[in-house]
């Protein structure tokens, strides 16, 4: 006598049909997602904008102050303030332009992270209702199949 293999084709194929997926669930996390890469790229290229500009500011002004301090000058003693007030210029360029930075990276800092709360609260809304969704599917498939017997 030769023992068979069981075909559970079948089986397989009843209880796959009882408990039926839902793709819209997954469909919402994809467009939740994508929406959520847009917004912080969105930030990101706009801080990336702001520091080059400032970045290009900065070194035009560093440019234009370089300029005067490379003028010929009249007095020995002049060539000795140029250098001077083009030190004390370029400390308080620094300061104000790493502010500026600082500023920026703060406004993105900030809007990161209202993204990630407002995203963590659309995932776990999405979240709930996919889950009460599958419950209800679930218990109305044990349901069915209990009356079916």
């Given at each position: 006598?030769?023992?068979?293999?069981?075909?559970?084709?079948?089986?397989?194929?009843?209880?796959?049909?009882?408990?039926?997926?839902?793709?819209?669930a997954f469909d919402d996390a994809v467009k939740t997602q994508s929406a959520l890469s847009e917004k912080l790229s969105a930030v990101s290229i706009t801080a990336a904008e702001k520091s080059t500009e400032l970045s290009a500011k900065w070194a035009q002004d560093t440019l234009?102050?370089?300029?005067?301090?490379?003028?010929?000058?009249?007095?020995?003693?002049?060539?000795?303030?140029?250098?001077?007030?083009?030190?004390?210029?370029?400390?308080?360029?620094?300061?104000?332009?790493?502010?500026?930075?600082?500023?920026?990276?703060?406004?993105?800092?900030?809007?990161?992270?209202?993204?990630?709360?407002?995203?963590?609260?659309?995932?776990?809304?999405?979240?709930?209702?996919?889950?009460?969704?599958?419950?209800?599917?679930?218990?109305?498939?044990?349901?069915?199949?209990?009356?079916?017997?």
């Amino acid at each position: 006598m030769a023992a068979t293999t069981p075909d559970f084709t079948a089986v397989l194929k009843d209880m796959m049909g009882a408990f039926p997926v839902d793709t819209k669930a997954f469909d919402d996390a994809v467009k939740t997602q994508s929406a959520l890469s847009e917004k912080l790229s969105a930030v990101s290229i706009t801080a990336a904008e702001k520091s080059t500009e400032l970045s290009a500011k900065w070194a035009q002004d560093t440019l234009a102050k370089v300029t005067e301090l490379s003028k010929a000058k009249a007095e020995p003693a002049d060539y000795a303030k140029s250098v001077t007030d083009f030190a004390s210029a370029s400390a308080e360029a620094a300061a104000e332009h790493m502010a500026a930075f600082a500023e920026i990276a703060k406004k993105v800092q900030t809007e990161t992270l209202e993204l990630m709360m407002a995203a963590g609260k659309d995932a776990s809304e999405d979240m709930t209702a996919a889950a009460k969704k599958a419950t209800a599917d679930v218990t109305a498939a044990a349901k069915k199949a209990a009356t079916a017997k």
